[in-house]
């Protein structure tokens, strides 16, 4: 399994690079989606030397939770709010896509840099975990759907699953599905807000709202 770390890391990242280019939402949600199957094959590839069936039941969960039911929930939001496209993102696609490279050859730099408190599965496990965490800050701050910040929100976490996976070893795995469970009811809550907010407001676009929080004000 360890002969998998390296080409699902550099999976994790085409997936993030697919997740800034596409503005249809629902493809955004499939790529998620992926990238939650790839975290659950990274659980297997970086602790295969675990006697126990604790990486198996991490990977089965963090797979369950983040490529299946977390898109499921994301899907029906995003069909209740009857919205398609981020049409109009606070930065444009290409000059995403490009900002999302300089974070990746940054992460690169740093995490080649940065020491290691034990030996890691694959050098690529430090700077892939970076450079999701980045991108998911980048997608929250920089899309305007409600629904898309909250993708971001679910890439961020991935990048710390990633680092927590690869790097952190001796972690309780009543401490990691608690994580788990805590993301599940966080994004459970999010997908009812952004119904909410497209039943009174007939959009979700984030920008508007904090216009009319200004104007209230």
């Not at 590839?45 to 126990?52: G, K, L, N, V, W």
């Not at 408190?117 to 430090?126: F, I, N, R």
């Not at 952190?168 to 999010?190: I, K, N, S, Y």
């Amino acid at each position: 399994m360890k002969d998998w770390a390296d080409p699902v890391l550099i999976s994790i990242v085409l997936t993030s690079f697919v997740l800034v280019g596409a503005s249809r939402l629902g493809t955004c949600v499939r790529v998620v989606a992926l990238q939650g199957v790839l975290l659950g094959l990274l659980t297997l590839a970086t602790r295969e030397s675990a006697q126990s069936l604790r990486a198996p039941v991490l990977a089965l969960a963090s797979a369950g939770l983040k490529g299946v039911v977390f898109p499921w929930l994301l899907t029906r939001a995003l069909r209740d709010a009857e919205v398609r496209r981020e049409v109009e993102p606070l930065v444009g696609y290409r000059v995403s896509l490009l900002l999302v490279t300089l974070m990746l050859a940054a992460s690169l730099w740093l995490g080649g840099r940065l020491p290691h408190p034990q030996a890691v599965t694959s050098p690529l496990v430090v700077p892939v975990a970076f450079f999701t965490i980045l991108v998911g800050l980048f997608v929250i701050v920089s899309r305007t759907k409600a629904l898309t910040q909250v993708l971001g929100y679910l890439v961020l976490e991935n990048g710390v699953y990633a680092f927590g996976v690869g790097v952190v070893e001796g972690t309780p795995m009543l401490v990691e599905l608690g994580v788990l469970l805590d993301l599940f009811v966080a994004v459970f809550v999010m997908g009812i807000m952004v119904f909410h907010i497209r039943r009174e407001f007939d959009h979700i676009d984030t920008d508007q709202l904090t216009a009319l929080s200004d104007w209230i004000r």
